[in-house]
């Protein structure tokens, strides 16, 4: 299993525990989407079910891929791990949409395994990705785990926005803080990936990763120059014509164009974020307000299933008001 890029600190602080002996039973490992949270939880559920039956293993993530207990992960019948995700909507199209939320009947599905002792060791291991995720009733029923947690089980719960859970929740788990990879991390990660991609492509990634190599990985082959280049111009000339926004509307309209759409929707506003980073007095005010008014659309525009072509039109028009602000200024 590839060991994670990036956020040593993090990575250092829970193996510090877990070499220690004095591992916490509920780990919130909190940051960003897209920098890997994820990729280390399930590297160090492995290691923390191979190291409960094999205490020889050195210090570290790695775990050899021909060990007993990384076979029966690779091969998803390991009898002490789960993890909980939202699910597809048609279980016909396990690669189709996903369901909004975790149900609180997948959290039940823990409950007979809770009612039982670990199987091959003493440790258990259930990942949750991400907690953000759950149902109403399904949180509060894993807090009840949480509470009175099963003998040997750990729990490893990711969340891209920790203020939206249960105060109950966060107090129960110890906060494992992941933040934005650095520029040559999010090559590394993403030439891992990519081995085939020349340097021209992973600089495009790169970019558009904005220190999540996550995020970078769903824009791949969607070929988003056009559109970097069109949010570029809209901010540098105003587009007094609306000519090019109306343009940018028409190239990402349709069903075909849905992922490119949704990439726009996550661009924008890291697009304004970068500008306001080297903006002074009005101009910087103007790209805040701008910055907030790109991210308020963007939920909206998902949350509410707003019409894509007047949605592009009226971001275009945010991103506008940044030359506006240079104008003045």
């Not at 992960?73 to 949409?97: I, N, T, V, W, Y």
């Not at 039982?116 to 991400?130: E, F, G, N, Q, Y």
Request: aromatic share 4%; proline share 6%; with cysteine.
């Amino acid at each position: 299993m590839t060991i994670p890029i990036g956020n040593a600190a993090a990575h250092a602080a829970f193996l510090a525990s877990l070499d220690g002996g004095s591992l916490h039973h509920a780990w919130l490992m909190v940051g960003p989407e897209g920098v890997g949270k994820a990729l280390f939880a399930k590297a160090a559920a492995r290691r923390m079910l191979a190291a409960a039956v094999d205490p020889t293993l050195p210090s570290g993530l790695d775990v050899p891929a021909g060990h007993r207990i990384a076979s029966l992960l690779d091969a998803g019948s390991h009898p002490d791990f789960r993890m909980l995700a939202r699910l597809p909507k048609d279980p016909e199209k396990p690669e189709g949409e996903l369901a909004r939320s975790i149900t609180i009947a997948q959290v039940r599905t823990l409950q007979p395994l809770f009612a039982t002792m670990p199987a091959l060791s003493k440790r258990r291991v259930v990942v949750i990705d991400a907690i953000d995720d759950l149902e109403r009733n399904a949180a509060n029923a894993l807090l009840k785990n949480l509470e009175e947690p099963p003998a040997g089980t750990i729990f490893l719960l990711i969340s891209h926005a920790p203020g939206k859970l249960l105060p109950t929740i966060r107090s129960r788990c110890r906060l494992l803080r992941f933040e934005a990879m650095r520029e040559p991390e999010v090559a590394q990660a993403l030439r891992a990936a990519f081995p085939d991609a020349d340097e021209g492509e992973i600089a495009t990634l790169v970019a558009a990763a904005d220190g999540a190599p996550g995020r970078a990985l769903r824009f791949a082959g969607l070929d988003l120059g056009a559109v970097d280049q069109a949010i570029a111009a809209i901010a540098g000339d105003g587009d007094r014509d609306n000519g090019c926004r109306t343009a940018l509307a028409r190239q990402l309209m349709g069903k075909a164009a849905q992922p490119r759409y949704e990439a726009f929707l996550d661009r924008v506003p890291g697009f304004i974020a970068r500008q306001a980073r080297i903006r002074t007095g009005h101009a910087l005010r103007t790209a805040l307000d701008a910055h907030a008014a790109a991210r308020d659309l963007a939920g909206a525009a998902r949350g509410l299933s707003l019409d894509p072509q007047a949605t592009v039109i009226e971001m275009a028009g945010i991103v506008a008001r940044l030359h506006e602000g240079t104008a003045m200024h």
